[in-house]
């Protein structure tokens, strides 16, 4: 007996909803345009190789000091000091120096104060910037040439700073940049370390010891000159007041201001003790080889596979469409 015909369509797979990815067709896609994400990463293997030349090992120059305890000036003074000096309004203005004095010389190591003191005593421009110095005429020599000529319309364009001499900020800044300042173990301690890098292995060791002790110098001679003006004050205040509980109060801060200039004219570094003395090792810094290299690679790899993924994102809803 034959058997009735099914003439009812056959059944269809349902397309897989939108939101779902076909691993097969991404794969099928990678595999042909494989090309891409090795041409993104070769690009990042070009630039970490163009960062490779560019790297310039420098020696590191190191120093480690210790702080100076309290704050400086009137700030230590007794409770009856206080009382009389806010009685009387005397030595204002001696809480202005009322903290570390090496936290004083981190502030004046990128100060005009300290450049020009270096500038006057050892002519610092002229030795970071010699060869645009005309020793003869004593003036800067400004630079020519299509490049640079390029180089000033171009930042004229932008509104930028046109070339200019070198100056005393300049030197500031220079100085600020070049000496690094951290706390020594984990977390950063009271002992603190100076770093100076520099291509030059002598340069580096001297700029490091030479800024950092006219530094100390600088402050040593600000707080001496301080100390004498109110010393010099409480003294005429002394020959003029007649209350007794003033009079012995001003004794007790002119008492204090000479311990101050005791310490002042010890020949002691000032701001800091050195727990150890500048030095300067000799391998200069090396370049971070999987760091350099590794990263744009795989940064390079991962832009260029999301790039094939995104074209095969859009072909395929292309085709549902």
């Known amino acids: 007996m034959q058997e009735p015909h099914d003439s009812s ?7 897989p909803p939108a939101d779902v990815i076909d691993l097969s067709y991404l794969i099928s896609i ?13 690009s990042g293997l070009y ?14 120059a190191t120093m480690i000091v210790l702080p100076s305890g309290g704050p400086t000036a009137g700030a230590q003074s007794g409770g009856a000091v206080q ?11 001696s809480q202005a120096t009322a903290m570390r004095p090496f936290d004083r010389l981190t502030f004046f190591l990128g100060s005009v104060a300290l450049a020009d003191r270096l500038q006057q005593e050892y002519g610092m421009l002229q030795m970071l910037y010699g060869d645009s110095w005309d020793a003869e005429s004593r003036e800067w020599i400004r630079p020519s040439g299509e490049d640079f000529e390029r180089d000033q319309r171009r930042r004229a364009f932008f509104r930028q700073n046109l070339w200019s001499p070198p100056n005393l900020q300049t030197l500031a800044d220079f100085v600020k940049g070049s000496i690094q300042i951290e706390g020594v173990g984990e977390g950063g301690g009271q002992m603190q370390r100076l770093t100076v890098r520099n291509q030059d292995q002598d340069f580096a060791l001297w700029l490091l010891d030479t800024v950092y002790f006219a530094a100390d110098d600088l402050i040593r001679e600000m707080d001496r000159a301080e100390v004498l003006q ?14 007794v509980h003033i009079r012995d109060g001003l004794r007790e801060q002119l008492a204090s201001e000479l311990g ?13 003790t050195v727990i150890e003395a500048a030095r300067v090792g000799n391998s200069r810094t090396e370049p971070n080889v999987r760091l350099l290299f590794g990263i744009p690679v795989v940064v390079g790899g991962v832009i260029g596979f999301s790039l094939v993924a995104l074209v095969a994102l859009f072909r395929r ?3 549902s469409v």
């Not at 630039?47 to 090992?57: A, C, I, K, T």
């Not at 009382?83 to 203005?93: D, N, T, Y």
């Not at 005429?236 to 007041?241: H, S």
Request: aromatic share 12%; proline share 9%.
């Open 317 to 319: 809803e292309r085709r």
């Open 230 to 243: 109110r010393m010099a004050y409480v003294e005429q205040q002394l020959a003029t007041v007649d209350k």
């Open 260 to 272: 101050r200039q005791v310490a002042l004219e010890v020949d002691l570094p000032y701001t800091a």
């Open 47 to 60: 630039f970490g190789y163009q960062d490779l030349r560019s790297f310039s090992p420098e020696y590191v």
């Open 83 to 93: 009382s009389i000096v806010s009685e009387l309004g005397l030595l204002r203005g």
């Open 30 to 42: 990678l595999l042909k345009w494989f090309w891409v994400p090795v041409l993104t990463a070769a």
């Open 9 to 15: 369509p056959p059944a269809t797979v349902p397309p």
